[in-house]
């Protein structure tokens, strides 16, 4: 026969191992805790089952296929997709997006060009002061930094804004030409010729800008270019950054301490030079791409004169109107940019 209920042992404590005594009732009487076995199970009251997680597949490794594919992407260098209904860009806007990046060059260049003139008279001056004293071993390692950073520095800027620079004005001039209405008679291998050959550079630049300046104007084709003070400044400045830029380069085969110091100077009035001249090409390339993002509408007033007793004499005429048709009076005649002459 089994024993009564009452007499019967509980079940041991789960938490201190205790066997309870018959009869102890649904808790330890050692340490209070409940002798039933719980399992909570927290469940949605009124919700759907919860769905079983899917299993993940274990990674294989990369795809694997019995041919070559055929897909993939085109060869070649990637492409905009032009706009429906929107043709090729025009000129114009290509010599306004080179100049958007040409600027932020150009003055990267004035900036270490400066950096680089300074770092050329501060080793002038401690040359000056090592005739008399020693000097200390951390000037001279200062000013030799200074002196590499800003010559390395200001030729690869100005490798950059060369090929800028001569990208931009081969657009300006195609985009000069669209808008007088003719064909742009130089090649493009004549305006980087132009730019880079020695000697020729001295000229070809200044010519290729007076004439895209002539027609930025609106000026007859037939008439022959005539620069304008900015930009006769701006080829004065080039011309003599090329010149002494050639005369620096010669000098550094030069041997004797005098010729270091002489190689000295001359580098500093260089990058001085170099940093002026960037600084009016900036000047240039924005009056130019200004010009031809431009034109003229409206009426305008012309303020033209004929001098009494000279027969035949044509009246002076400003810069950006065609002569007129007859010989008027000094007063302003109104025109408009369609017709100057009416």
Do not use: K
């Amino acid at each position: 026969m089994s024993a009564p209920a009452s007499r019967r042992p509980g079940p041991p404590c789960p938490r201190c191992g205790r066997t309870a005594p018959p009869g102890g009732g649904a808790f330890c009487p050692w340490c209070g805790r409940y002798l039933a076995a719980l399992d909570w199970v927290a469940t949605t009251p009124g919700g759907p089952a919860a769905e079983p997680t899917a299993r993940r597949d274990r990674y294989a490794g990369p795809p694997r296929y019995r041919a070559v594919p055929r897909w993939g992407l085109p060869v070649g260098p990637w492409r905009i997709t032009p706009v429906p209904g929107e043709g090729p860009l025009r000129p114009v806007d290509r010599a306004r997006a080179l100049a958007a990046q040409l600027v932020p060059v150009l003055w990267v260049v004035v900036v270490v060009s400066g950096v680089a003139a300074v770092a050329e008279v501060w080793r002038y001056v401690l040359l000056l002061f090592s005739r008399s004293d020693a000097l200390s071993p951390e000037a001279v390692g200062v000013s030799d930094a200074l002196v590499w950073f800003g010559g390395w520095s200001s030729v690869v800027a100005t490798i950059a804004a060369g090929v800028l620079m001569i990208s931009w004005s081969l657009w300006t001039y195609r985009a000069a030409a669209d808008r007088a209405g003719t064909r742009a008679w130089r090649s493009r291998r004549w305006v980087v010729a132009g730019w880079v050959v020695p000697g020729w550079n001295l000229v070809a630049p200044g010519s290729l800008l007076a004439e895209t300046e002539h027609a930025a104007l609106d000026l007859p084709p037939e008439r022959r270019p005539s620069p304008s003070r900015e930009l006769l400044v701006w080829w004065a400045l080039w011309g003599a950054c090329v010149v002494l830029g050639v005369v620096v380069l010669v000098w550094r085969f030069r041997t004797g301490t005098q010729a270091l110091a002489d190689g000295v100077v001359l580098h500093a009035w260089a990058d001085v030079l170099a940093a002026v001249t960037a600084w009016r090409t900036i000047r240039v390339v924005r009056l130019l791409t200004a010009l031809l993002g431009t034109r003229a509408q409206g009426p305008r007033q012309l303020l033209v004169s004929a001098t009494a007793g000279t027969a035949g004499a044509e009246p002076a005429v400003p810069v950006g109107a065609a002569a007129p048709r007859e010989a008027p009076t000094a007063a302003p005649v109104p025109t408009t940019a369609a017709d100057p002459a009416g």
